[in-house]
């Protein structure tokens, strides 16, 4: 009840013009419009969150206020989780500052904290844990799966929670049939189980190799951004001291668990993929904290982890003034640049015209409220290749698109956040051919800042 006021307050409205916000925003307004994931629109992650957010648009309405309000239920009940496996092990006064302290991190980096299928991944398999703990095993299961079918890679934490299940093992996997074997019936329903396989197949051959990163890289020279670096190294070195002070077999269990949510960051393992997995190597720091302290110690050290709480939660105010702006997708609290960047744009682009944005920028679409006519919500440079740039530009002669927002997206820039990507794809030459085909610039005198270009189909 804390938290989500707070969570809410600093991202229920604020926006940033991220590379992957938009990925998961359009392809629910997608769903929310009968569109199928893998058969309608490219994806190469599991269905789970353009379900979640399909069904949550469906019922509230598509704005960005109700995507942000359901990522900052999930951030709060992370915290509640947090708070809930530290009281397992020692007060609940050390339990509540832990879980307040965790709510710190998300407020304070400097990564701008925005939807993704991560977060909702990383909340069912934390939830799944706290089950399997407190003996909900047919729950867990449940979990489990939803994790696993939001983000395929946290398929290592369904062995780990088995192994925690012991004597209730059937119980557990019946939970994990009861997800999976609809969310299979579905995919055959909509004739999109045969794509989503050839697209996780896809993925595994392509995106490993162009988006790997070395452990904690982008972090930066910023302390705060160094916290979700940090907290597995702490949380291991804390959890072997623990260990030899009491064998607890829960604790081994949260552990584990960590290390499982540890792998599914990998190969992209940078800072940013740590903050979304950070509550599991919070966690395990705070239980095996609970254990090393004496009980009567443990309410002094509440105390003082709450000051830290407080005191970190003062800084979590944004940096910069956010300015307001309505746009289709509600109203949002941005930058001055991203405001003016918005404004010029909204100006022009009209709800629910036909644009393409080119190569990677898909939060545009849903923010605008304008279609896209091609199944690639983004072409990533290095991973990407000619059949994906063929295939959108097929789309595009099937269903051309009025206006094309053309981000200018540098080397440099490519290699900055795609260091192992093929520096042979860093551009697209026929779909780049094709547009200046088929497209004029609308403002030659750069009238849209910021590296875009708005493009209008020739007449």
Request: proline share 6%; aromatic share 12%; charged share 15%.
């Amino acid at each position: 009840m804390i938290a989500l006021p707070i969570l809410w307050v600093r991202f229920g409205h604020w926006f940033y013009l991220s590379l992957d916000e938009g990925i998961v925003l359009d392809g629910a307004r997608r769903v929310a419009t009968g569109e199928v994931p893998y058969r309608d629109f490219f994806n190469i992650t599991g269905p789970g969150s353009f379900w979640l957010y399909g069904l949550v648009f469906r019922i509230f309405g598509t704005s960005f206020p109700v995507a942000r309000a359901l990522l900052c239920v999930e951030l709060a009940a992370m915290c509640a989780l947090v708070c809930a496996l530290v009281a397992r092990f020692g007060r609940k006064s050390l339990a509540i500052a832990s879980g307040l302290l965790f709510l710190t991190i998300p407020l304070t980096t400097l990564f701008p904290v925005y939807v993704t299928h991560r977060w909702d991944s990383n909340l069912f398999a934390l939830a799944a844990l706290v089950c399997a703990l407190g003996g909900w095993v047919g729950t867990a299961g449940v979990l489990a799966a939803l994790a696993a079918w939001t983000t395929p890679p946290l398929l290592w934490m369904l062995p780990v929670l088995f192994a925690i299940a012991r004597s209730e093992r059937r119980r557990y996997l019946g939970g994990v049939a009861a997800v999976s074997i609809p969310c299979c019936a579905v995919l055959v329903s909509r004739g999109a189980l045969n794509g989503m396989v050839s697209s996780l197949l896809w993925d595994a051959a392509n995106y490993g190799v162009a988006n790997r990163l070395p452990y904690g890289a982008l972090a930066g020279t910023v302390w705060r951004n160094w916290i979700p670096v940090l907290l597995p190294l702490a949380g291991g070195a804390l959890f072997s001291v623990a260990l030899v002070l009491r064998r607890d077999r829960l604790l081994a269990g949260v552990a584990a668990a960590s290390v499982a949510a540890l792998v599914a960051c990998f190969p992209r393992a940078g800072a940013a993929q740590l903050l979304f997995a950070s509550a599991f190597f919070f966690a395990l720091f705070s239980c095996s904290l609970a254990v090393i302290l004496p009980r009567r110690s443990q309410g002094w050290c509440a105390g003082v982890v709450l000051l830290a709480a407080v005191a970190l939660g003062v800084t979590g105010r944004p940096a910069t003034a956010l300015k307001r702006i309505e746009t289709p997708a509600g109203g949002l609290a941005v930058s001055r640049l991203h405001f003016v960047t918005l404004n010029e744009l909204l100006v022009t682009i009209r709800p629910h015209d036909r644009i393409f944005v080119y190569p990677y920028l898909p939060a545009l679409y849903f923010v605008l409220g304008a279609d896209n006519p091609t199944r690639y919500s983004w072409l990533q440079p290095g991973m990407m290749g000619q059949a994906e740039e063929r295939g959108a530009i097929a789309d595009l002669i099937l269903k051309p698109p009025r206006w094309v927002v053309w981000h200018e997206l540098t080397p440099a820039y490519i290699l900055k956040n795609w260091p192992s990507g093929d520096r042979s794809r860093l551009r697209f030459p026929e779909m780049e051919a094709f547009l200046l085909a088929n497209y004029h610039e609308v403002n030659p005198d750069g009238v849209v800042p910021v590296g875009y270009r708005l493009l209008e189909k020739n007449l």
